[in-house]
């Protein structure tokens, strides 16, 4: 069974600063992974994407990368701003169509 | 190009009650799949059609149930509501072939409140 952990479960940081978001997964046998925003209360917003045989993706200030062998993903945003305030979630597409969710960073960045 | 839309954006509704949630899939998608995201969780998933056909289930009882119908809407039901339903309530289509699975696109979702 699948299973996902996010780290850390939140986190505060100043305006401007450079942060990293963690993933690990237990099975490597993935289709992709990706990386969701929510507002409170909101649904999931897709921000990036990593197939399986890809290693990174890139866009604008944010950069995902996907490390199968270790069971790793992680997510940087670069120069932080309050609007980037928000849940930040990592799921897993594996066989059976399914995805396979962690439950989060909530990240809050402060003016 | 639509995106994925469900009804009704809020709902409450008493224990051991039944409801019905709604989704409209993104146009030219075939799969529809519902998750359930409690408070402070990330969602799990519940079940997934495909071309009007159950095709994956999460470990959740059958008093969950659904429907994909022919334009590949689908419906959620849940009976004898229990208190800890109470959850935002995702939809994702998706266009799956044969041989490959494509990208999860995800409503606004449902909240219910079970009292």
């Known amino acids: 069974k699948q299973e996902v952990t996010q780290i850390p479960a939140a986190l505060s940081v100043p305006e401007g600063e450079n942060l990293v978001l963690n993933c690990s997964f237990t099975?490597?046998?993935?289709?992709?992974l990706q990386w969701f925003r929510q507002d409170p209360g909101k649904g999931l917003t897709s921000l990036l994407l990593?197939?399986?045989?890809?290693r990174e993706q890139t866009s604008g200030r944010l950069n995902a990368s996907l490390d199968k062998s270790s069971g790793r993903s992680t997510l940087y945003i670069a120069a932080s701003q309050p609007g980037d305030s928000a849940t930040y979630l990592c799921?897993?597409?594996?066989?059976?169509?399914?995805?396979?969710f962690g439950e989060g960073t909530q990240l809050t960045v402060n003016p | 190009e639509t995106g994925v839309t469900q009804s009704p954006t809020h709902l409450i509704k008493t224990r051991g009650q039944q409801v019905t949630l709604r989704c409209s899939s993104q146009?030219?998608?075939?799969?529809v799949s519902w998750y359930q995201q409690a408070l402070g969780q990330g969602p799990q998933f519940i079940f997934q059609?495909?071309?009007?056909?159950?095709?994956g289930r999460g470990n959740f009882p059958p008093r969950f149930s659904g429907l994909q119908f022919p334009n590949y809407s689908s419906e959620l039901n849940v009976n004898a509501l229990e208190l800890d339903d109470s959850a935002l309530y995702l939809c994702?289509?998706?266009?799956?072939?044969?041989?490959?699975?494509?990208?999860?696109?995800f409503g606004p979702g449902t909240r219910l409140t079970v009292l």
């Open positions: 994702a289509s998706s266009h799956q072939r044969e041989t490959n699975t494509d990208t999860q696109y």
């Open positions: 099975d490597s046998a993935i289709y992709n």
């Open positions: 990593i197939q399986s045989s890809q």
């Open positions: 799921a897993l597409l594996t066989s059976g169509s399914r995805l396979t």
């Open positions: 146009s030219g998608h075939n799969t």
């Open positions: 059609y495909y071309r009007e056909e159950e095709n």
